[in-house]
């Protein structure tokens, strides 16, 4: 698996799609919004979580670059905002040295 910190890192998305996912950080509720944004019946952990808001976001992200009418920016921020907060659960490695 690619580390996620790195592909976290190297995100780049429209400034304003970042702004509101910071902004919405304060609303956030995992066990309420990963269930509905995964679509599933419980919690899962922060690793499975970010890795299906990754694949959920990159999907989206081809989605908003096409200009398809099905694209829709508040699953977009919503998916951002899961992904941002999920994150931050994950265990950091430790620096060798």
Request: hydrophobic fraction near 40%; aromatic fraction near 4%; charged fraction near 30%.
């Amino acid at each position: 698996m690619t580390d996620v910190n790195t592909i976290l890192t190297n995100l780049r998305r429209p400034r304003l799609l970042i702004r509101a996912a910071r902004f919405g950080q304060g609303d956030y509720n995992r066990d309420r919004d990963l269930k509905r944004l995964m679509k599933l019946p419980a919690t899962p952990t922060p690793a499975r979580a970010v890795d299906g808001l990754i694949a959920e976001e990159a999907r989206l992200e081809e989605t908003r670059k096409a200009g398809e009418a099905s694209y829709s920016i508040a699953r977009h921020v919503e998916v951002l905002i899961a992904l941002i907060a999920e994150a931050r659960f994950l265990p950091r490695k430790q620096a060798q040295g």
